[in-house]
């Protein structure tokens, strides 16, 4: 069983900066993809930013100079530094993972975190 837990989320004033983590766990094999979403109340889940696992980046237009992810292929982790936050960025953030499992199957499956909340507060 594969497993995403995120951390590092919390209360920031508006303007400030927090660092989200992610690591999986479990039967892996490979990750490729890893990114983070964002979910409002009532919203659809939106991309953040995601990374190849050589290193390849992509954000969305809204976090685009102020966010920062990264990964340690070595302890299967994915960051996202982000600065700058804005009050309409409390939301709740989720991790997710591109997972090849250690199984016979060998095949690449989307994995998701419980989610994070980030509030910033004005």
């Known amino acids: 069983q594969v497993q995403l837990v995120e951390s590092g989320g919390g209360l920031v004033q508006a303007g400030g900066s927090l660092r989200l983590s992610c690591a999986a766990s479990?039967?892996?094999?490979?990750?490729?993809?890893m990114g983070w979403y964002r979910q409002a109340p009532g919203k659809q889940r939106e991309l953040v930013s995601t990374i190849t696992r050589s290193g390849s980046t992509n954000y969305s237009d809204s976090v685009k100079g102020r966010f920062t992810i990264s990964r340690n292929n070595a302890k299967n982790t994915v960051y996202l530094q982000m600065n700058g936050l804005k009050t309409e960025e409390t939301v709740v953030y989720y991790c997710n993972g591109k997972i090849v499992g250690a199984n016979l199957i060998l095949a690449e499956i989307p994995y998701w975190g419980q989610g994070t909340q980030v509030t910033v507060s004005s």
């Open positions: 479990g039967s892996i094999f490979s990750i490729n993809s």
